[in-house]
């Protein structure tokens, strides 16, 4: 197995919750030589649109760091536009919106050198009953997710699922229904993102899920973090689900993945940079 390690350029930085604000600003090029410094990191994953203000500047300093673009993550949730559905809003100028969005990231990460584009739509999902009609919801992420990975075949779109927040239900909320939407869809550079904590979140064995998914030809990236399984804690893998862990490395061994081992972890009130090695370190050793 091909052990390449990234790292989501922006948690090196300044990262919040509901109540507070951790760690420092940094700019990009800080962010950067931070992220230089992580032992054994081959990449980092770019999110779209906060970390594109200037590509040509990202170009550069990806060279000057000799990084790759391990993928680039599209963002469809932070903006107040999307805080009432991107996929599945009932705006259709959002929902067009939101198609342009990910087309920009596949372009984006097509001129980086990468084949790769992760998404994870949170903003689709409801918090109330009788808020949204499901099926139409499902029709409309179906079209438009459909319609982004017609857009160009040699940029995967890899979709990534979580039970909640920011929305109490997220309609992309597990293995299962978004392996769904990619057999609905059927285009071959449409697959999952597993996220090992949104894994546990939701109840699932992430090592069945490695199989299942690889069985699909449809497991396209790792993001590893952990947590006590009742929220998505986003902390250092393996230190609470041990046994998960290296039972997930096993069988990402045995189906042959040779893709990305992205860290999502949120330093909060630790040392961001020892973070990321401590999980370079899980990941490498």
């Known amino acids: 197995m091909n052990l390449k390690f990234s790292v989501i350029l922006s948690l090196l930085g300044k990262v919040g919750d509901r109540f507070a604000v951790y760690g420092e600003q940094q700019t990009q090029a800080e962010l950067f030589e931070l992220a230089s410094q992580v ?6 994953e770019l999110v779209y649109p906060f970390d594109f203000q200037d590509v040509e500047e990202v170009k550069r300093l990806l060279q000057a760091h000799d990084l790759e673009c391990s993928a680039v993550n599209v963002n469809v949730k932070a903006e107040p536009k999307f805080h009432r559905g991107s996929f599945t809003s009932v705006d259709p100028e959002v929902r067009a919106e939101a198609v342009r969005y ?18 994870c739509p949170l903003a689709d ?23 982004a990975a017609a857009y160009r075949s040699d940029v995967k779109v890899s979709l990534e699922y979580k039970r909640s927040e920011t929305r109490t ?6 293995a299962a229904t978004a392996l769904h939407l990619c057999n609905q869809i059927g285009s071959p ?26 069985d699909a030809d449809r497991l396209f990236l790792v993001h590893v973090n952990d947590n006590y399984r009742e929220f998505d804690w986003d902390m250092i893998p393996g230190t609470v689900n041990f046994w998960d862990w290296l039972e997930t490395f096993l069988y990402l061994d045995e189906v042959g993945y040779e893709g ?10 630790l040392d961001p940079l020892r973070v990321a090695d401590i999980t370079a370190k899980s990941v490498q050793d």
């Not at 239900?169 to 597990?174: A, E, F, M, P």
């Not at 090992?196 to 979140?201: D, E, I, K, S, V």
Request: aromatic share 8%.
């Open 39 to 44: 032992r054994g990191l081959a990449g980092v």
């Open 102 to 119: 990910l087309k920009a990231g596949m372009d984006l990460a097509g001129s980086l050198g990468s084949n790769l584009v992760t998404i």
């Open 125 to 147: 999902g409801h918090d109330y009953a009788f808020e949204v009609d499901y099926g139409q919801a499902w029709r409309w992420l179906r079209k438009g997710i459909g319609e």
């Open 169 to 174: 239900h997220c309609v992309l909320n597990s």
């Open 189 to 214: 550079n449409l697959g999952v993102t597993i996220d090992l904590g949104h894994a546990l979140y939701v109840g699932e064995t992430p090592a069945q899920i490695v199989a299942l998914l690889a």
């Open 260 to 269: 990305w081992f992205t860290s999502d972890v949120t330093p909060a009130r």
